[in-house]
């Protein structure tokens, strides 16, 4: 898999989750991935990104940075949302906020085997003392 093709398989990842297309999901998630080094499966990750749209309804992946090589994608992800309640332990309360997540990625035969992420959440926490 070059370069380019990890590139463009990652972005229409970003655009799956963008729709919601939880059925094509399976075309860039192994049945086995493994989230922050949970075994979560690809039924454990829908799930997962189903509640995040559920707790963030205007939630939506924007990618800031992108780095291919091999097998590995790493990626800032923008975000600028409202979520409900409670996010990340901080009490947001439908607040709009922005942030990043730094996402590093392993792909098996063209699908997401491996994810590690982590989220600014000290942004967040920033904004909200305002």
Not at 55 to 67: G, K, T, W
Not at 83 to 94: A, C, N, S, Y
Request: proline content about 3%.
């Amino acid at each position: 898999m070059t370069r380019t093709d990890l590139a463009e398989i990652y972005r229409s990842y970003i655009s799956c989750l963008n729709r919601q297309d939880w059925p094509q999901l399976a075309r860039f998630v192994d049945d086995d991935v493994l989230h922050n080094g949970r075994p979560l499966g690809l039924s454990g990750y829908r799930k997962m990104l189903e509640q995040d749209f559920d707790d963030i309804p205007d939630l939506r992946f924007n990618v800031e940075l992108l780095i291919c090589d091999g097998t590995h994608v790493a990626s800032r992800l923008a975000f600028d949302c409202s979520p409900r309640g409670r996010f990340l332990g901080l009490e947001v309360k439908g607040r709009r906020v922005s942030f990043t997540e730094n996402v590093f990625y392993e792909f098996r035969e063209e699908k997401i085997v491996q994810v590690w992420s982590v989220i600014d959440k000290s942004a967040i926490e920033v904004q909200l003392a305002l």
